[in-house]
């Protein structure tokens, strides 16, 4: 459901005020905290990042799929990150209360159900929240357990979406107190997800609505009040995420393109791709985390304990892919046609402790100090199942080849690999607030880090490199400060200015597939193996005002970056790869401003305007400008303007029953044009030739696709009657029914498949919801 920007209400102020002494050091970060109350959050139906980023000046959001999307916050971004880049670490924190989720690519979808506000914080977050925050940091808050007091939520919606299937969800909550110390809250939630991408395939054939999925889980969480200074809170929470396909369209693929004459010539049309195999995702994650606080005379003592498990599974046609292949190794037709599925697979465990020291005395100095350790344990591995491929490779390339490339792995596979990572960080940080006078405070933070990182590599198969147990080690350490300024003007305005260092750790490369790539590429891409830290410095300036039902919010930042890490793809070799540019740098200006024109209507507008480069060039051994990365182009995947704008009118409503109030909301997305890699705005970029001769197709043709991903806006409606306890909304998401290409992507550079990532089609819904 769409989420019209809100107003930080008097709720809001609350929550401010009783916040923890994390959450009030976060106060005074200039221009951080965009939240979004209970209430709010209950009547707009929020239940995605996706949702809350609508309206959020300098969030951007990649949808890749379910369970898969990439968050940015101004312009701090390296491109997308894909499936198969289990080494990458995130950009942008992601919290769900005290435990960090955040897991490059695969930051976990959960639901949103029960939710007391969402924190975006913007920056880099470098010393509370450490690495992984190099742009800034997303908190969701859920509501706690509440001791003595009973209560339960319940919500039902169906929709259905243009061209697509139909989808729905049920969630409910109950907060039961065990004992006058004690009460549990237990949430619930089951949510199918309508399709809306038809998938084309052999003989005629033809799938619809084939990325259809589900979302199932539980949050229960105790809350322990063992005295008047000591409250523990247990959580466990569990929640699968499954989805029969992806939202991707296609423009070219080896096995469907105009070009074939001994095969039907195809054009895919949106919403289309073709398929050998069916595909699948599914993310079963468990997290159980325990929150202690203790007070003491002058202190508070927080303990932060989590324990992540997740089980991911990528599946994905990888027919054109290893066709593709067959074509260059002259295998026959048969051999070419063969159905291939890339399985990626991630089982990761994560354990994390922080110990937090906060002072509580009244004086001129506020502070907080603790310590942080988290251990990762991935394991991640792919496999290329391709029935009858062997056969083939022993008859082309002679007797005992496909046995010899094999190795330990499975027969029919010409790629697998299993890589392991193991992951250690220690942190110590720090802030303190000096309370000059009554007006003005300066806060100092630091945090110094030690990263370890052991991956080990092991491979087979025809396509491999046929690396055996080969470990590779990265290690940093280091130190990021913050220096912030508040300044309260007056009883309505509030100026603020920063300098605040953040920082994302570097890690290995997959060694390149090199018996896929040309002579060429392998060249060029073959020298990349480990890349370090990235580093960044944000020197920002904001003010804050609100008076009389108004509230403006702006900030002017720049951010330099330095060993930038830049992904991309390695041309032919179907392998992605990381580097470091040594500098770049983003700047902008972004504002907030709400107003309650009357009683009934509320209005909102918010945007950023940015500008995000490289300063450096970067070139080949031939001297050639390498992908893209030139000074003065554009960084990948940042908008240079984001906008929305949002209205909410409430009216009287006593003739469907005393007390209902009724609503309407609206609200508008706009989004500028941008680019998937850096190398997308080179010119020619936008033309592919696959070199493939097959199915009469000479292999010489060129499809031409715009690498610029278009400007494209969003329109968000929705209606209905509250009665207080209960709320009934009808909604449109996607109200022009916009088709919009979110990101780009290619196999093996291009000449096996060409497809955008796309957008919801409209969506129409009805939404019920019941508190008790």
Known sequence: MSVPALAQSDETEVIVVTATKREQAIQDVPFSLNAQTEDDIQRTGADSIEDIARNVASLSIQNLGPGQSQVSIRGVSAGQIVRDQPGVKEQVGVYLDESVISLSLFTPDFDLYDLNRVETLRGPQGTLFGSGSIGGTVRYITNQPAIGEHSASAEAELNT?????????????????????AALRLVGYHTNYAGYIDALGEGGSRDEDVNSGSRTGFRAALGLELSDTVRITPRIIYQETEADGFNRQERFNLFANPFTTTRPAIQLEEREQYLLLGEEFSDETMLADVTAEFSFDGVDLTSVTSFTDREILVSRDASALTGSVSVDLGYPDAAVTLPSNLRDTTDVSQFTQEIRLASTTDGDVDWIVGAFYSDVDREYAQRLPTPGYDAFTDATLGAGTAAATNGSFPADSPYSADLDYSIEQIAIFGEATWYATDRFNLTFGGRWYDFDEVRTISQGGLFSSGFDNVEDTTSSDGFNARLIGSYELNDTVTLNAQASQGFRLGGV?????????????????????????ETLWNYEAGIKAQRNGWTFNAAVFHNEIDDLQVTLDAGSCSSRITFNVPEAHSTGVEFEYSYQMTDNLFVAFAGTILEAEFDTTVVDGTGAVLAGIESGNRLASTPEVMLSASMAYTFDASWAGSGAEGFFTASYQHVGGQFTQPSDQVDGAGTFVSGLPFGGASGADGTWVDLELDPYGLGFLSAGLDWGDTQLTLFVDNVMDENVNTSFDRERGGRARLGFRTNQPRTIGINIRKQY
């Open 509 to 533: 490369n997959d060694p390149l597939n090199s018996t896929l790539c040309t002579t060429e590429d392998e060249a060029i891409f073959g020298g990349f193996q480990d890349y370090d830290d």
């Open 161 to 181: 979406v243009a061209d697509g299937g139909e989808g729905g969800h049920l969630k409910g909550m109950v907060n039961v107190p065990m004992s006058d110390a």
